[in-house]
C-alpha cells in the first residue's frame, strides 16, 4: 500500500530535550515537507527537500532541522523544543510525475510542556 | 509575505445541493493550485490539482483557475453529508516544491 508513516503519532515533551519525528514514504517520491498546522493558521510549511541531500526552508524553519540521507526518509528534528512548537505536524511526499500532488502523513500531535 | 485567503466559513448547504468555494492568492508566479479535504483529526487528502485556466471536472468536483484575477475555486455538484470537511487551498511559491495553503473552509453538509 502506497503510504506515508510517521512516528510517535502522539507525543508529550519537555522544554530543551531534544527529539526526532521520523517520516517515511514507499512510494519512491524525490520531493519531501514537513508542515505544522495550528488553528486559524492552517499549514505551514517548514523545510522540503528535493531529493537525498537537497533541503531548502519553507516558510517557518526556525527552531527545526531536517536531513535526508535516503530517499524514503526525511526526519523532523527539534534540538531544544519550546512550548511555542506545540502543534500538529505533518510529513508529505509528492513526485513530479504526478504534478506535484502532496500525499500526506496521519500526522503527529507535540506537545512541549 | 506569499497569501493564500480562504473564507473560515462555516458554508452550510442541504443535501444535493451545490457547495461553492473559494481560494485567492497573492503570488503571480504561482503555477499549481491543488485543493485538500481535511476531515476532523485526520490528514489532508487531495481532491483536485490544476494548472491552467479554466475549468477541470473530476466527478462531483470542478475546480476552476483564472490567473488573471488571482482566483481559485472548487464545485461540489449534489453534496453528501460525508462532504462535511474543511476544505485548503494549496498555491505553490517560487520553487514548485515551495507551498502555501490558506487556513481551510469548514463545509457543513445538512441531510
Known amino acids: 500500500e502506497a503510504q506515508v508513516t510517521q512516528n510517535p503519532r502522539y507525543l508529550i515533551t519537555v522544554t530543551g530535550k531534544k527529539l526526532t519525528v521520523t517520516c517515511s514514504q514507499n512510494m519512491n517520491h524525490e520531493y519531501m515537507s514537513w508542515y505544522r498546522q495550528d488553528p486559524g493558521l492552517g499549514l505551514r510549511q517548514i523545510y522540503y527537500?528535493?531529493?537525498?541531500?537537497?533541503?531548502d526552508k519553507g516558510d517557518v524553519p526556525e527552531g527545526y532541522k531536517v536531513s535526508r540521507k535516503e530517499k524514503r526518509n526525511f526526519p523532523l528534528i527539534l534540538e531544544s523544543p519550546s512550548p511555542n512548537q506545540t502543534s500538529l505536524y505533518f510529513c508529505?511526499?509528492?513526485?513530479?510525475?504526478?504534478?506535484?500532488?502532496?500525499?500526506f502523513g496521519p500526522g503527529t500531535r507535540l506537545t512541549v510542556t | 509575505q506569499k497569501e493564500v485567503e480562504q473564507n473560515s466559513g462555516p458554508l452550510s448547504v442541504p443535501e444535493g445541493a451545490i457547495a461553492s468555494l473559494n481560494c485567492t492568492y497573492s503570488?503571480?508566479?504561482?503555477?499549481?493550485f491543488f485543493w485538500y479535504r481535511q476531515y476532523s483529526g485526520k490528514s489532508p487528502e487531495l481532491i483536485m490539482s490544476?494548472?491552467?485556466?479554466g475549468d477541470k471536472e473530476d466527478g462531483r468536483f470542478t475546480a476552476q483557475l483564472n490567473k488573471a484575477s488571482q482566483y481559485v475555486s472548487l464545485l461540489i455538484r449534489d453534496s453528501q453529508p460525508s462532504d462535511s470537511a474543511t476544505y485548503l487551498c494549496a498555491v505553490n511559491g517560487d520553487h514548485f516544491n515551495k507551498f502555501y495553503f490558506g487556513s481551510g473552509t469548514k463545509l457543513n453538509v445538512k441531510p
Open positions: 508529505a511526499s509528492s513526485d513530479s510525475g504526478k504534478g506535484y500532488e502532496q500525499y
Open positions: 503570488d503571480r508566479v504561482s503555477q499549481s
Open positions: 527537500s528535493m531529493n537525498v541531500e537537497v533541503t
Open positions: 490544476i494548472y491552467s485556466n
